[in-house]
């Protein structure tokens, strides 16, 4: 009796995910056909073709794996203290996506040249520069500095996800967590400069 192939009792269409996810990880978008991700997952390449009508499907299927970014701010925000709360929202992300590592760096890697995921990407730009700024606010700076909230919101976004883009969110957290700091640092000393003197 043959050996079913390891991994059998999964389901097809994930196991010819995971084997797109890997190869394009590996070889990149172009340079993978549609067979070989077939030959890897254990199924005959017109069953690709009955889930992923065509091979760009894949991706966007695998832009959908991506964990969600929207955090419960009761599970992150310190009240009064907006590294702490920075700081825990970024530990968040990063669990979640620690499990997505090569899926996160290939997505990135193929942005260029595919629409779908360019655009998947920029929306959870957007998503995440929202979250920081409610974990800002929610945290205690003072609503007298939008600007400078969305300014400080943007410059997190901008290096979580380059963290995320070459999947080095695990790595450095002390050096992640001196940023965070230091723009924490920058927005209360200038919500106190704004503070009336009472005079």
Do not use: C, N
Not at 22 to 35: D, H, I, K, W
Not at 109 to 124: C, F, G, M, N
């Amino acid at each position: 009796m043959p050996r079913r192939p390891q991994g059998a009792d999964v389901p097809a269409r994930e196991r010819i995910l995971r084997a797109a996810e890997r190869l394009f990880a590996e070889f990149g978008f172009q340079a993978t056909p549609t067979s070989r991700i077939a030959e890897v997952a254990g199924v005959p390449k017109g069953l690709v073709h009955y889930h992923f009508r065509r091979k760009p499907d894949l991706l966007t299927a695998l832009v959908e794996r991506l964990p969600d970014e929207r955090v419960d701010l009761q599970r992150v925000v310190v009240r009064g203290d907006v590294a702490e709360s920075l700081h825990r929202l970024v530990t968040e992300l990063d669990g979640r996506l620690s499990a997505s590592r090569v899926l996160s760096h290939l997505l990135w890697r193929e942005a260029d040249t595919h629409s779908v995921v360019r655009e998947a990407l920029r929306q959870r730009y957007e998503t995440l520069i929202a979250q920081v700024r409610a974990v800002i606010l929610a945290a205690g700076v003072p609503a007298r500095s939008p600007a400078d909230v969305d300014s400080a919101s943007a410059l997190v976004a901008r290096a979580v996800s380059y963290r995320h883009s070459v999947a080095r969110h695990t790595e450095e957290p002390e050096e992640m967590r001196r940023e965070l700091s230091l723009i924490a640092s920058a927005l209360e000393a200038k919500a106190g400069a704004a503070e009336p003197t009472g005079r």
